[in-house]
């Protein structure tokens, strides 16, 4: 069946550092890739979409690779900050059709000062 | 723009009740959709639409009703709740200009407890 995985425990980093989230997924073929960050009592809001024939996207400080062999995608956050402490969810897309999107359980990125 | 709104944000309900959660968007988007976020289950795409007057199910459909009169309005219709649908449920829309699925705006959500 399909799976989508994303570390389900915390990660917490020092302040300034690289956090490194990993979305790894099995038995799909998605055409889309999207990172979604989530505050506490609030909805997703969009980050960054990454194509199947794209390696990397970068947007200010983030940045994320798609590596269909592996079936991964990694999030990173350079320099981080406390205002980047949230849940950060990975999102697959298939191509063609209407829109289904599978997301991720998240994973809780807590950056400590 | 006030992008996509939800009400209302909190609800009880009894066994057996039903209700209609809201949900409009103010950005002329095509797709609109239904999730629900359980803990450790990440968000469960429920119904979707991709335009006026066309719905169809996701992968958690059971217990729930949709209709898209309009671009902007897409409710949600619980037919007789149950505690399974305990849960907080989020509307989204997305536009679907230039053939890609674009990113997908989410409403603030709406925290329903079925007792």
């Known amino acids: 069946s399909q799976k989508i995985e994303q570390n389900s425990e915390a990660l917490n980093i020092q302040e300034g550092k690289t956090a490194t989230l990993t979305c790894n997924y099995t038995n799909y073929s998605p055409a889309y890739l999207q990172w979604y960050r989530q505050d506490p009592g609030r909805g997703p809001v969009f980050l960054l979409l990454?194509?199947?024939?794209?390696k990397e996207k970068r947007k200010e400080r983030l940045k994320v690779t798609f590596d269909t062999t592996l079936k991964q995608s990694l999030f990173h956050i350079t320099a981080s900050q406390p205002a980047d402490s949230a849940t950060y969810l990975c999102?697959?897309?298939?191509?063609?059709?209407?829109?289904?999107?599978?997301f991720g359980t998240g994973t809780k990125l807590q950056v400590i000062p | 723009n006030a992008g996509v709104t939800q009400t209302p944000k909190f609800q009880v309900l009894k066994t057996g009740q039903s209700m209609t959660l809201q949900c409009a968007q103010d950005?002329?988007?095509?797709?609109m959709s239904w999730y629900r976020q359980d803990p450790g289950m990440g968000l469960r795409l429920i119904h979707y639409?991709?335009?006026?007057?066309?719905?169809d199910q996701g992968e958690v459909p059971n217990g729930y009703n949709v209709s898209r009169s309009t671009t902007e309005d897409f409710p949600l219709r619980l037919l007789s709740a149950a505690p399974s649908q305990t849960s907080v449920y989020f509307c989204?829309?997305?536009?679907?200009?230039?053939?890609?699925?674009?990113?997908?705006?989410f409403g603030p959500g709406t925290r329903l407890t079925v007792l």
């Open positions: 950005m002329n988007h095509e797709y």
């Open positions: 990454i194509r199947e024939n794209e």
């Open positions: 999102a697959l897309e298939r191509s063609g059709g209407y829109q289904k999107v599978t």
């Open positions: 989204a829309s997305s536009s679907a200009s230039g053939g890609a699925y674009n990113e997908q705006f």
């Open positions: 639409s991709v335009g006026a007057g066309i719905t």
